[in-house]
């Protein structure tokens, strides 16, 4: 079992921050946290990850609490092509194991 | 940037009949996932090859078969197509950072599986 929760859907203005929120309480201290998207019927896409540290890069920004037992995705300007589904994923080993995902609107 | 390639990316077969899929990695990843996505689900992982041996199983069936080449390319062969096994077929593949790090995977655009 997926070993996240994410909100089923979001909606976000464009051009405003979207913030995709994301608990994983039963976290370990070696796992972890990964974010894909998938956009309609494309293969997923991979976005960020992080263990225990603040991370950044071209595509979002990922927010992990000192206790890591929940993070956040931010897109900082939201464009109508990140409409998609956001899987919130904590990996150990190498197999990914999908839950439901955010599904987030972008909103014109 | 080089990504993954699967072939084909349509496929439609008879329900009992046969079907390979083909996955080429992108250049100098060494490891294989496969994944399949039914109508409105996510997707599920199928199994993972690392320098041609299997390294990790999930939930696949076992009229479905999969191996890695030495090029790294890897194929799936689904044997007595049933009508649920109609998914999208992802492929991943991953390069080594680290005993301690998991791999990213790279995802790449499918393979649509109709059974009729």
């Known amino acids: 079992d997926a070993k996240t929760t994410q909100p089923t859907s979001m909606d976000c203005a464009e051009g405003r921050a979207a913030n995709l929120p994301c608990n994983h309480s039963t976290i370990s201290g070696n796992e972890y946290v990964y974010w894909y998207r998938q956009i309609h019927s494309q293969g997923p896409q991979y976005i960020i990850h992080?263990?225990?540290n603040n991370e950044t890069n071209e595509m979002a920004s990922l927010i992990i609490t000192e206790d890591r037992k929940s993070s956040t995705l931010i897109l900082p300007h939201a464009t109508l092509r990140d409409t998609a589904v956001y899987y919130c994923i904590v990996v150990l080993d190498d197999k990914i194991i999908f839950g439901k995902g955010t599904r987030l609107h972008i909103l014109p | 940037a080089a990504g993954v390639i699967q072939s084909p990316r349509h496929l439609i077969k008879e329900k009992r009949e046969t079907a390979t899929l083909k996955c080429y990695p992108i250049p100098r990843h060494d490891t294989v996932y496969w994944y399949q996505q039914g109508p409105g689900q996510d997707p599920q992982f199928l199994i993972s090859?690392?320098?041609?041996?299997?390294?990790d199983k999930g939930s696949i069936p076992d009229r479905f078969s999969a191996q890695q080449f030495s090029d790294y390319h890897s194929e799936l062969n689904m044997s007595s197509l049933e009508l649920g096994d109609s998914a999208l077929y992802f492929c991943?593949?991953?390069?080594?950072?680290?005993?301690?790090?998991?791999?990213?995977?790279?995802f790449g655009p499918g393979t649509r599986l109709t059974v009729l």
């Open positions: 090859f690392y320098e041609k041996m299997q390294s």
């Open positions: 992080g263990l225990k």
């Open positions: 991943a593949s991953s390069f080594p950072r680290g005993l301690a790090l998991p791999d990213t995977q790279y």
